[in-house]
């Protein structure tokens, strides 16, 4: 993205040049609603990212502007001084978790913008939050590690925003790496890279522009499936805490004794969690078509088992799947959002004009479509 209109209007409105950062979103390969069950993750930074220009200002007040949106917000750093705009809690929410941990700041002067999609899953909200989180920590010198960075965005969302999500998202956004995808061990917190090189390969993300609205008590009622079934599971294996901990074995073990909406859906998260561990290894080895093989495993589990997709979204893996794409699946929570799509070079155009047209005719949405590269994460611009 262009910074220009961001330093333009830092001086136009503070007089002087700040210093510029950014921080990107994210895509996730494979690995869904393994995230809460204590599995891994195989999230990736991408090239859509936030962008702040930000310069201390010598008071005990924030001062930001959000260029996208055309608004402004004042602000102390003390915990009463919240604002009201949320986009400004995400910033102050970051301020307030470093103050936390015995690190605060001080006042600043900052404008901010992004090309990071909303609403497209690719997690625009952490993306502001790193960004911030990595500025100030190199500018006051606070000696946190990207992880810790990683933790406060988190922390912001739970404490300031309400939203009480993983650590996925600012985890992918603060520790990317151009040219690897990140094993995330969601329990243990231990990561690793893993080479995610697809030459003769591309990735785009269909948006099927919908969100079906009964994602938030529907997520919860998958949640409390996991946990009726390990605690189930727990009565033969006391070592088994979280769904992670089961196999395919001790699952058999109490069919008849669960609900069988509740067994099925723990099938799903066994079945994703292997899937991650075999899409690592293909990746390894460079081979893609195995890992597109797993993706499209993904995508029927997230459907047919887990029961989280949607009409508009099992038209597009069907589109992909008819066009000969290596991987395609639902990214995300599901109900709405995004597929993601491991295609060929020589297909590419084709597949994306036939889907595109043919979801138009049978829905009348005008899906978006986005390419995305793999990047490092958060850093400083020069």
Same mark, same amino acid.
């Given at each position: 993205m262009d910074t220009t209109n961001i330093r333009n209007k830092?001086?136009?409105?503070?007089?002087?040049?700040?210093? @510029?950062?950014?921080?990107?979103?994210?895509?996730?390969?494979?690995?869904?609603?393994?995230?809460?069950?204590?599995?891994?993750?195989?999230?990736?930074?991408?090239?859509?990212?936030?962008?702040?220009?930000?310069?201390?200002?010598g008071s005990d007040r924030v001062r930001a502007y959000a260029l996208d949106l055309g608004e402004s917000a004042e602000f102390g750093l003390e915990e009463a001084d919240k604002?009201?705009?949320?986009?400004?809690?995400?910033?102050?929410?970051?301020?307030?978790e470093m103050a936390k941990r015995g690190k605060p700041v001080k006042g600043f002067d900052t404008v901010f913008a992004g090309d990071v999609p909303l609403g497209a899953g690719m997690s625009s909200s952490a993306a502001l939050e790193s960004c911030f989180g990595y500025a100030l920590n190199e500018i006051y010198g606070?000696?946190?590690?990207?992880?810790?960075?990683? @933790?406060?965005?988190?922390?912001?969302?739970h404490n300031y925003v309400g939203v009480m999500c993983g650590i996925m998202d600012q985890f992918a956004s603060c520790c990317g790496r151009e040219?690897?995808?990140?094993?995330l061990d969601c329990r243990s917190l231990e990561y690793e890279y893993v080479p995610f090189d697809p030459k003769g390969y591309r990735l785009v993300l269909l948006n099927t522009m919908v969100t079906h609205n009964l994602a938030g008590g529907e997520?919860?009622?998958?949640r409390q499936s996991c946990e009726r079934v390990v605690a189930e599971i727990a009565k033969n294996h006391p070592e088994v805490k979280l769904l992670r901990d089961a196999n395919m074995h001790m699952l058999e073990e109490v069919h008849g004794k669960v609900d069988e909406v509740d067994y099925v859906r723990a099938e799903f998260v066994v079945e994703e969690i292997q899937r991650l561990l075999d899409a690592t290894v293909a990746l390894e080895k460079g081979d893609y078509e195995k890992v597109g093989a797993l993706m499209y495993g993904t995508h029927e589990g997230l459907s047919k088992?887990?029961?989280?997709?949607?009409?508009?979204?099992?038209?597009?893996?069907?589109?992909?799947?008819?066009?000969?794409?290596s991987?395609?699946?639902?990214?995300?929570?599901?109900?709405?959002?995004?597929?993601?799509?491991?295609?060929?070079?020589? @297909?590419?155009?084709a597949f994306v004009a036939t889907a595109v047209a043919n979801y138009k005719a049978k829905f009348g949405i005008d899906a978006k479509v986005y390419d995305v590269v793999i990047r490092d994460g958060a850093r400083k611009l020069n």
């Open positions: 830092f001086k136009e409105l503070y007089g002087a040049a700040g210093e @510029l950062y950014t921080s990107p979103g994210r895509i996730n390969l494979i690995g869904e609603h393994t995230d809460y069950n204590g599995g891994f993750v195989l999230p990736g930074a991408i090239d859509k990212a936030m962008y702040c220009e930000i310069k201390p200002n604002p009201t705009q949320q986009w400004a809690c995400y910033i102050f929410g970051v301020c307030r606070l000696g946190f590690e990207r992880f810790e960075i990683a @933790l406060i965005g988190q922390a912001t969302e040219g690897n995808l990140m094993k997520y919860n009622k998958r088992k887990y029961q989280v997709s949607c009409p508009e979204l099992d038209y597009l893996n069907e589109q992909a799947r008819e066009c000969g794409v991987g395609s699946r639902v990214m995300g929570g599901g109900f709405g959002g995004c597929t993601i799509n491991l295609v060929k070079d020589g @297909l590419y155009d």
